[in-house]
Nanobody, 123 residues
């Protein structure tokens, strides 16, 4: 049984930082494309960042230079380091996994989802 468990969300002031973690069980993160999606109030779910099994990374334009996706193979964990946070980054952030980079990044329907963690950026 595959489980993706996110943590690290919370309330932060604009300009602050958070690091989200996604601990995986039932899959090996280095063999999958892993991604972080988010869904803000009244907005559709969007892909924020992904990391391929080869270690290549991709980012949503609005977070490029501020967010960094990474993984720790020994811990079977994927991270999303978020710096210079803005109010528009407020959303529920979801970890996702799929063997197919295309399915994870283009369909919005990856094979596996976490339960989500709330990030609120507000003064």
């Amino acid at each position: 049984q595959v489980q993706l468990v996110e943590s690290g969300g919370g309330l932060v002031q604009p300009g602050g930082s958070l690091r989200l973690s996604c601990v995986a069980s039932g899959i090996i993160v280095s063999s999958y494309t892993m991604g972080w999606y988010r869904q803000g109030p009244g907005n559709p779910r969007e892909l924020v960042a992904d990391i391929t099994s080869a270690g290549n990374t991709n980012y949503l334009g609005s977070v490029k230079g501020r967010f960094t996706i990474s993984r720790d193979n020994a811990k079977n964990t994927v991270y999303l380091q978020m710096n210079e946070l803005k109010p528009e980054d407020t959303a529920v952030y979801y970890c996702a996994a799929d063997r197919s980079w295309v399915r994870l990044t283009t369909t919005g329907a990856p094979g596996y989802w976490g339960q989500g963690t709330q990030v609120t950026v507000s003064s």
